[in-house]
């Protein structure tokens, strides 16, 4: 009979021999369907397959993190993709949508840029950029390079000699005739529409030709561009042809982007606070926007040093003031409904018994589980007031939001919300949503050092902490480990347990 890591290997195998040959993304994930990592790839089958060979040594090839990663994983999910670039690109959305653990790149709010040509000015201007407007503006995009781009700008720039300046051109301005241009026209990358060298008919015609080489495969320019090259080679002017050489390059960068309507990027596009709670309040059917929203997290690893976060946004926007973390001291192991019951009974039982008041809106970070386990918590809290012949207070409005599909689940509704990836409401929920896992991670990896930090001392690996440390340093010292042992931050005398 094999041992159970042998029997576990050879099932992943078995899976990862029907996956495709394609380029696409795959999702590792523990016994309990979380996703530990998520990966691309230009052949699926085969970059899976790697990680579970038996020639693989994972701990020297990729180090101590991957290692540990795949000897957790249970169960590997993929999803194909077109091209590479559809793969990067999907793959840098779920991260930032899922956080795993076990990916360090792409967590952080960086994003792809886009190229953006005006669509309202006279004189169009054309700007690389990662903060795109939705308004007045051609987008194309997100491109994978950002200094690729940058290049094939530059290139284009001089073929079409558009503008890149942030200068306001009306046509009907006189006072262009006595303007200086800039270096671009002396360099013949600009027609210089900011000095009324060129009309805004010819200026028009130029940006509607780039405009239709974006749309087309490019090919036509890279043929010729190719055969100037190959004629500059041949007359040896090879400073020519090397420049040549570089814009066909630059160029060919340009394919290395997705669509703008496919691949949303939510988040570099700026929503207003009011007309997202406006939405929400809505989409829940409330009589009034709501301006108070609590959101909640749960925090762990493998069971350890499991914490509990909490934020506060008044008006769409975050009051710190309101912010609390827990430890969870209930719990043992992997339980996230249990955590999530025991954050809830801790932080709105004074609610529950009508001595405080609810927020407008609780948000739990998770999918309709982890919003049954929300609602069951309350119902237990309002039986418990009953039961003490207390009046219960007003029941709290929950709704969840689950991670990659990004469905809001909403009580006492059978089907989950599906909104646009740039709905207001829904670009709301997810600002605060990972403003609660921000924070709850804050605080775990607070606990896992300390824990980590005094194993050492035990081991006698590190002196301990209070080595001869001036007065002062000490206080300080002490101040620091009460808030770091304390269960929330931020909380009032007496107003939290």
């Known amino acids: 009979m094999p041992k159970p890591d042998e029997a576990r290997i050879a099932r992943l195998r078995e899976k990862i021999g029907h996956f495709p040959k394609t380029p696409g993304v795959y999702l590792m994930k523990d016994g309990d369907g979380r996703v530990l990592y998520v990966g691309k790839a230009r052949d699926l089958r085969s970059r899976v397959s790697s990680y579970f060979q038996d020639s693989a040594d994972l701990l020297s090839s990729r180090g101590p993190e991957v290692a540990h990663m795949a000897a957790l994983v249970q169960d590997i999910d993929f999803l194909d993709c077109e091209t590479e670039v559809d793969a990067l690109l999907r793959e840098n959305r779920l991260i930032k949508d899922i956080q795993p653990p076990f990916n360090e790149r792409l967590k952080d709010d960086k994003s792809f840029p886009y190229l953006e040509i005006t669509t309202g000015d006279d004189f169009p201007g054309v700007f690389v950029t990662r903060a795109p407007r939705r308004k007045g503006v051609k987008l194309y995009g997100p491109f994978t390079s950002a200094s690729g781009l940058r290049d094939a700008v530059n290139a284009l720039q001089r073929v079409f000699k558009f503008r890149t300046c942030e200068l306001e051109i009306r046509k009907d301005d006189e006072s262009r005739r006595s303007f200086r241009p800039c270096l671009l026209h002396s360099i013949h990358q600009c027609t210089a529409p900011c000095a009324d060298l060129i009309s805004a008919e010819a200026y028009g015609e130029d940006i509607r030709r780039l405009r239709q080489l974006l749309r087309s495969k490019r090919s036509t320019l890279v043929r010729q561009m ?272």
């Open 226 to 497: 190719t055969r100037e090259m190959q004629q500059a080679a041949e007359a040896k002017d090879y400073e020519q042809a090397a420049v040549l050489r570089d814009r066909i390059k630059a160029i060919g960068a340009l394919s290395l982007s997705g669509d703008v309507d496919a691949d949303v990027q939510p988040e570099v596009f700026y929503v207003d606070p009011r007309a997202g709670l406006d939405k929400l309040g809505k989409l829940l059917d409330l009589p009034d926007p709501p301006r108070i929203i609590e959101g909640i997290d749960i925090a762990t690893l493998q069971g350890e040093e499991s914490v509990g976060s909490l934020v506060c946004f008044i008006d769409g926007r975050p009051f710190k003031s309101g912010y609390r973390r827990y430890r969870i001291k209930t719990v043992a192991g992997v339980d996230d409904y249990a955590m999530i019951r025991e954050v809830i009974a801790r932080r709105y039982r004074q609610a529950a018994s009508s001595e405080a008041l609810f927020p407008d809106v609780i948000l739990i970070d998770g999918g309709l589980g982890q919003l049954h386990a929300a609602l069951e918590a309350f119902e237990m809290m309002h039986r418990a007031v009953e039961a003490e012949g207390g009046r219960p207070g007003k029941p709290a409005m929950v709704i969840s939001l689950a991670k990659r599909e990004e469905l809001v689940y909403v009580q006492a509704r059978s089907e989950p919300l599906r909104l646009s990836r740039n709905n207001e409401a829904l670009r709301l929920v997810q600002q605060i949503r990972d403003e609660s896992h921000r924070f709850g991670q804050h605080y775990h990896h607070i606990l896992r050092r300390k824990r980590v930090f005094d194993e050492e001392v035990k081991q006698g690996r590190r002196p301990p902490r209070a080595a001869a440390l001036p007065r002062d340093a000490s206080r300080l010292r002490k101040r620091r480990e009460r808030r770091v042992e304390g269960d929330e931050s931020q909380v009032p005398p007496g107003d939290e347990a």
